[in-house]
């Protein structure tokens, strides 16, 4: 498999929270890191878990569930963050598990389903994989595939609870 994407695909690591398998472009993605205990910081919102150290940056540590409403992740062997890039700046996101890293192709995103919430939507889309679910998951299959929600890392509006974290 190529490292870069063609027109029209592109590659994106899954991953699971709870029971939901997500995924990211693998672009935005620095890398993936064991779960080590963050620096706790007072006065951040409840899902900012503390910063930690990437190679002399200072990059605050996030519990991807927390954040998206969720009850807050229960840290295990298999827990990891993942750092990735939003807007310019460095986050990691703490998961329950990495899954797989697979190539998608454009054209198999579905848009995200529009209901009402109170902030727009973090999710850019859905798409089928057959990326193997976590042992934790208990993924939404069929004989077609996991579906994975694609997250909009943008939309996750961390930018003003980055810019305090950092």
Same mark, same amino acid.
């Given at each position: 498999?190529?490292?870069?994407? $063609?027109?029209? =695909?592109?590659?994106?690591?899954?991953?699971?929270?709870? =029971?939901?398998?997500? @995924?990211?472009?693998?672009?935005?993605?620095?890398? %993936?890191r064991?779960?080590?205990e963050?620096?706790?910081?007072p @006065?951040?919102? $409840?899902?900012?878990?503390? *910063?930690?150290?990437?190679r002399?940056?200072? *990059?605050?540590? *996030? /519990?991807?569930?927390?954040?998206l @409403?969720?009850?807050?992740?229960?840290?295990?062997?298999? $827990? /990891?963050?993942?750092?990735?890039? %939003?807007?310019?700046?460095?986050?990691?996101?703490?998961?329950? =598990?990495v899954a797989?890293?697979?190539? %998608?192709?454009?054209?198999?995103?579905?848009?995200?389903?529009?209901?009402?919430i109170?902030?727009?939507?973090?999710?850019?889309?859905?798409?089928?994989?057959?990326?193997?679910?976590? =042992?934790?998951?208990?993924?939404?299959?069929?004989?077609?595939?996991?579906?994975?929600?694609?997250?909009?890392?943008?939309?996750?509006?961390?930018?003003?609870?980055?810019?305090?974290?950092?």
């Amino acid at each position: 498999m190529s490292t870069i994407d $063609s027109p029209g =695909e592109r590659k994106i690591v899954t991953f699971s929270l709870g =029971e939901q398998i997500f @995924g990211i472009n693998m672009s935005s993605l620095i890398e %993936i890191r064991e779960w080590d205990e963050p620096t706790p910081l007072p @006065g951040v919102p $409840s899902f900012i878990k503390g *910063v930690t150290n990437l190679r002399g940056t200072v *990059v605050p540590v *996030v /519990c991807l569930a927390e954040r998206l @409403g969720w009850p807050p992740s229960v840290i295990h062997a298999r $827990s /990891c963050i993942l750092v990735v890039n %939003i807007v310019g700046k460095q986050a990691g996101f703490l998961v329950d =598990e990495v899954a797989d890293i697979v190539l %998608i192709q454009d054209s198999e995103i579905r848009p995200a389903p529009d209901v009402e919430i109170g902030e727009p939507s973090v999710i850019a889309g859905l798409v089928k994989t057959t990326t193997r679910a976590g =042992e934790g998951a208990a993924a939404h299959t069929d004989d077609d595939g996991i579906m994975v929600l694609l997250l909009d890392l943008d939309a996750l509006s961390l930018t003003p609870s980055l810019d305090i974290a950092a």
